[in-house]
Antibody, heavy 119, light 107 residues
Framework: EVQVVESGGGLVQPGRSLRLSCTTSGFIFRDHAMNWVRQAPGKGLEWVGFIGTKPNGGTAEYAASVIGRFTISRDDSKSIAYLQMDSLKTEDTAVYYC??????????WGQGTLVTVSS | DIQMTQSPSSLSASVGDRVTITCRASQSIKTYLNWYQQRPGKAPKLLIYTASSLQSGVPSRFSGSGSGTDFVFTISSLQPEDFATYYCQQSHTTPRTFGQGTKVEIK
């Protein structure tokens, strides 16, 4: 059974950093790109970025709103993807979802982890 | 960036109704269009990928069509568990933008 579980959310002050983890099981992690999507309270879904597989270069791409502040990485040996968030702003407050990518779509999603940026 | 515009933003319907949602892309995305369902407090769920392919395990009352810039999502006979918000998303290029969502409510 495919499982995707996010962790690491919480309350953080503006300007500080936070790292989210996306722990997976039930599939061959190294064969899949992984996505991060967020949802601010009462708002729609916003694509944050994704990281490709190492055979395809393992590169990450990002939404304009997080470029230079967020970094996505992966540890294929542990089947975990990470979202490092630096210089956090109040507008980064959201539930952050991790999902498995099929090259076309995100087919398995975690339950999300809430990040609140507030002083 | 490719802009995705869904309509309507919300609709009211009854159990058994046929429901149609449209999604328009600001430029051609071929058939790289996905549809997701999100129930309150839950993660999104993939229903349709590449415009018309039904994700495994998803009931056949859900369907999708279209190519280029115009896409349609249909629920043939609305069920109680279908009351949710639906999002389209393009996967043609990054950023993989979402539509603003369509909330399907009980009439």
């Amino acid at each position: 059974e495919v499982q995707v579980v996010e962790s690491g959310g919480g309350l953080v002050q503006p300007g500080r950093s936070l790292r989210l983890s996306c722990t997976t099981s039930g599939f061959i992690f190294r064969d899949h790109a992984m996505n991060w999507v967020r949802q601010a309270p009462g708002k729609g879904l916003e694509w944050v970025g994704f990281i490709g597989t190492k055979p395809n270069g393992g590169t990450a791409e990002y939404a304009a709103s997080v470029i230079g502040r967020f970094t996505i990485s992966r540890d294929d040996s542990k089947s975990i993807a990470y979202l490092q968030m630096d210089s956090l702003k109040t507008e980064d407050t959201a539930v952050y979802y991790c999902s498995r990518d099929t090259s076309y779509a995100a087919d398995y999603w975690g339950q999300g982890t809430l990040v609140t940026v507030s002083s | 960036d490719i802009q995705m515009t869904q309509s309507p933003s919300s609709l009211s319907a009854s159990v058994g109704d046929r429901v149609t949602i449209t999604c328009r892309a600001s430029q051609s995305i071929k058939t790289y269009l996905n549809w997701y369902q999100q129930r309150p407090g839950k993660a999104p769920k993939l229903l349709i990928y590449t415009a018309s392919s039904l994700q495994s395990g998803v009931p056949s009352r859900f369907s999708g069509s279209g190519s280029g810039t115009d896409f349609v999502f249909t629920i043939s006979s609305l069920q109680p568990e279908d009351f949710a918000t639906y999002y389209c998303q393009q996967s043609h290029t990054t950023p993989r933008t979402f539509g603003q969502g369509t909330k399907v409510e009980i009439k």
